[in-house]
Structure formats: structure tokens, C-alpha cells
């Protein structure tokens, strides 16, 4: 299981150089064809529909129990039609990998073990195949998140200075996007997509609940509430912003003075495993050597 875990691990280091090193030499005009990138992408392209396929076996018929996974998969940026069933096939993929994992372990290693603790094991490795992509799609969210809540007030000042300058709403998330893109490349890609369905046609407050609906962030939702509200009404949206990205500041604020309490906290315990007992045997080891200097000695002579 570790051996299949570190090929993984490994395979997905090695794409992160490959696709670094291409970027550089996109960036200084060096674009050359490497026969070990072309040989990875191909790669990755036959496993990517053999997992499809994999998936689309798994995958349920109803709509009902996909959506919620559709969501999910939006949250973390997968907005390709066949994601859903990719990642259906990559949990059917890695039960069956530690599964298959499980029997040959018992094969070459648990060759004495009960029957029963081994039905046990295969049914916990599969387990763990099965839950593994779960665990990666949260730490994807999650990551995701983080990155759209770093950007999100800088982007909520931007526009406030884009209304105020006279520029019209979609206009504005149009600007934002295009200037957001070295900043937070995440949170520019998704006011893209809003500026790109406000051109599509689509009603704002849709277009807007579509954003709120793929971040799945109670602090996009909130402007997004706002945002109709204003439209619905006809009320300042410069002032709306304004009052929104400072009470976002402030919130952001409370969550750094939050954090900071709880760091003592959180320091108890590496002090008291790490640090304290490091003190002790530099403060107490010479007192204690020299105590047995002295002691042994008398001991030994009675």
C-alpha cells in the first residue's frame, strides 16, 4: 500500500515539475517539444479515459444522487461535464488497486493469519481505495476556498473603485477579473465566468448565484444577496460595496485577532512534549551526573 501510495506521490511531483518547467519556457520564449512531456500528457490522457470509462460503468443512473457530487466538483474548479464520472471511476479504481494490494500481501507476507483478520483487512484497504479521493476532493475545496477567501477583499475594493469611477456593474466584473489574474489566478477565473454569462445573456441574479453556487463560501453568498438586493430595489451599489467590503474587513480582522487567542493555546502542548523536557536534562543532567559522581562511589564501598 505504501509502495502504491509513493508511485502516486511521486507521479504527481513530477507533473508539477514538468508543468513548471514548461511555463518558464513559456514565459521566456523557449518553447520546445520534450518527448518526456509529450509521453506523461499521453499518459495521462489514456488513464483519464480508461478511469472515465471506469466511471461512467459505476455511475449512477439518477440525477438526484450526482448532483450533490456535481457541486462538489464544481467547488474545487472541475467544471468538465465528464468530472463527475472521472471521479466515480477513480474511487472504483482504487478500491479495486487496494484491494488487489490487500491480496497480494497476503500472498507474500500474512501467510499465517486467520482467514478472518485477513477478509478484515482486504475489506478496510478497500475501504481506505474508496475513501481516498473523498479526502483529496476536500483538501482540493479546502485549499480552493482559502484561495478565493485571500484574494476575495482586495477584489471587493477593486470593484468599489471601479463603480465609483462610473464604470456600470458588469463592467466592473469584467475589470476585476482581467486585473485579479497575478494576484489570484482562482478567484479571477470565476469572475470570468461571471462576466462571461452576464455576456451570454444570462440574468444577473442567475448569473450571480452561479458564482455563489461554485465557491460554496457564505462570504461570496452574502455579496451575492447584496448584489440582487440592490438591483432589485435600485439602491446604490457603490454604497452597498463599500459597506460590504468593510464589514468583510472587519470580519477578516476578528478571524486574525481569533487566530492569535488560541495560539497560546494551541503552544501548550508542543512546549510541554518538546520544549519542557529539553530544559529539564539541560538543567537538571550536570546536577544529576554529579550526584551519582558521589553517590556510586559510597554506594559501592558499603
Given at each position: 500500500?505504501?509502495?502504491?501510495?509513493g508511485?502516486?506521490?511521486f507521479l504527481g511531483y513530477?507533473k508539477?515539475r514538468?508543468?513548471l518547467?514548461?511555463?518558464?519556457k513559456?514565459?521566456?520564449?523557449?518553447?520546445?517539444?520534450?518527448?518526456?512531456t509529450?509521453v506523461?500528457y499521453?499518459l495521462?490522457?489514456q488513464v483519464?479515459k480508461?478511469?472515465?470509462?471506469?466511471?461512467?460503468?459505476?455511475?449512477?443512473?439518477?440525477e438526484?444522487?450526482?448532483?450533490e457530487?456535481?457541486?462538489?466538483l464544481?467547488?474545487?474548479?472541475y467544471?468538465?461535464?465528464?468530472?463527475a464520472?472521472?471521479?466515480?471511476?477513480?474511487k472504483?479504481?482504487?478500491?479495486?488497486?487496494f484491494?488487489?494490494?490487500?491480496?497480494?500481501?497476503?500472498?507474500?507476507?500474512?501467510?499465517?493469519?486467520?482467514?478472518?483478520?485477513?477478509?478484515?483487512f482486504?475489506?478496510v484497504?478497500?475501504y481506505?481505495?474508496?475513501?481516498l479521493?473523498n479526502?483529496?476532493?476536500r483538501m482540493?475545496?479546502?485549499?480552493r476556498?482559502?484561495?478565493?477567501?485571500e484574494?476575495f477583499?482586495?477584489?471587493?475594493?477593486?470593484?468599489?473603485?471601479c463603480?465609483e469611477?462610473?464604470?456600470?456593474?458588469?463592467?466592473?466584473?469584467?475589470?476585476?477579473g482581467?486585473?485579479m489574474?497575478l494576484?489570484?489566478?482562482?478567484?479571477?477565473?470565476?469572475?470570468?465566468?461571471?462576466?462571461?454569462?452576464?455576456?451570454?445573456?444570462?440574468?444577473?441574479r442567475d448569473?450571480?448565484r452561479?458564482?455563489?453556487m461554485?465557491?460554496g463560501?457564505?462570504?461570496?453568498?452574502?455579496?451575492?444577496s447584496?448584489?440582487?438586493q440592490?438591483?432589485?430595489?435600485g439602491?446604490?451599489?457603490a454604497?452597498?460595496?463599500?459597506?460590504?467590503?468593510?464589514?468583510?474587513r472587519?470580519k477578516?480582522?476578528?478571524k486574525?485577532?481569533?487566530?492569535?487567542?488560541?495560539?497560546p493555546?494551541?503552544?501548550?502542548f508542543?512546549?510541554?512534549?518538546?520544549i519542557?523536557p529539553?530544559?529539564?536534562?539541560?538543567?537538571?543532567?550536570p546536577?544529576?551526573?554529579?550526584?551519582?559522581?558521589?553517590?556510586?562511589?559510597?554506594l559501592?564501598?558499603?
Open positions: 500500500m505504501l509502495f502504491i501510495l508511485i502516486f506521490f513530477q508539477e514538468w508543468r518547467s514548461k511555463r518558464i513559456q514565459i521566456g520564449g523557449v518553447i520546445r517539444s520534450e518527448e518526456l509529450d506523461f499521453k495521462k490522457d483519464v480508461l478511469v472515465g470509462f471506469l466511471g461512467t460503468l459505476v455511475k449512477p443512473k439518477g438526484g444522487g450526482g448532483s457530487l456535481r457541486k462538489n464544481l467547488r474545487a474548479g467544471r468538465r461535464e465528464s468530472a464520472a472521472i471521479f466515480l471511476g477513480l472504483a479504481f482504487f478500491t479495486i488497486v484491494l488487489g494490494a490487500s491480496v497480494l500481501i497476503r500472498i507474500w507476507v500474512l501467510k499465517g493469519i486467520p482467514s478472518f483478520h485477513l477478509i478484515l482486504s475489506i484497504q478497500a481506505i481505495g474508496f475513501y479521493p479526502l483529496w476532493l482540493k475545496i479546502a485549499r476556498e482559502d484561495k478565493i477567501l484574494g477583499p482586495d477584489a471587493l475594493d477593486l470593484m468599489v473603485v463603480v469611477a462610473g464604470i456600470g456593474l458588469d463592467a466592473a466584473i469584467s475589470r476585476v482581467e486585473e489574474k494576484s489570484n489566478k482562482v478567484l479571477a477565473e470565476e469572475f470570468r465566468l461571471l462576466s462571461l454569462e452576464l455576456r451570454a445573456g444570462k440574468q444577473r448569473a450571480l452561479n458564482l455563489a461554485r465557491t463560501l457564505e462570504d461570496v453568498s452574502s455579496l451575492v447584496l448584489l440582487i440592490t438591483d432589485k430595489f439602491t446604490s451599489v454604497q452597498a460595496l463599500r459597506v460590504h467590503s468593510e464589514s468583510m472587519m477578516r480582522y476578528q486574525a485577532e481569533e487566530l492569535a487567542t488560541k495560539l493555546v494551541k503552544l501548550v508542543p512546549l510541554i512534549i518538546f519542557f529539553s530544559i529539564f536534562v539541560t538543567v537538571l543532567g546536577a544529576i551526573i554529579q550526584i551519582f559522581r558521589i553517590l556510586l562511589p559510597r559501592a564501598g558499603q
